[in-house]
Nanobody, 121 residues
Framework: VQLQASGGGLVQAGGSLRLSCAAS????????MGWFRQAPGKEREFVGV????????YYADSVKGRFTISGDSAKNTVYLQMSSLKPEDTAVYYC???????????????WGQGTQVTVSS
């Protein structure tokens, strides 16, 4: 599976951005698509994940209530709607696909190329 992420950019604190991640092929209904992020000098961290069937959805505590993940199975695309952005949300955001619900980035088999999100104060 190849993943193409897009939608990053520069935004002021309190603003919003929507990231998209398109998969090159149909995702199995039992798989999960999610987002991770990596700030400079820090380890890659879990942001959120959705089951492709849509019945399971999890977020990191740091983004809960501000970020929303959704999927469009017809387009093989997952979205990350980010609102009330903070400077500490600045990072490269990566989309990921896994047959399991993984919060551990070392266990993710498929990655997108990453898209930069910069939040200015």
């Amino acid at each position: 599976v190849q993943l193409q992420a897009s939608g990053g950019g520069l935004v002021q604190a309190g603003g919003s951005l929507r990231l998209s991640c398109a998969a090159s092929e149909r995702i199995f209904g039992t798989y999960f698509m999610g987002w991770f992020r990596q700030a400079p000098g820090k380890e890659r961290e879990f942001v959120g994940v959705i089951s492709w069937s849509g019945d399971r959805l999890y977020y990191a505590d740091s983004v809960k209530g501000r970020f929303t993940i959704s999927g469009d199975s017809a387009k093989n695309t997952v979205y990350l709607q980010m609102s009330s952005l903070k400077p500490e949300d600045t990072a490269v955001y990566y989309c990921a696909v896994s047959p399991y619900c993984n919060r551990d980035y070392t266990r993710i088999p498929y990655w997108g190329q990453g898209t930069q999100v910069t939040v200015s104060s």
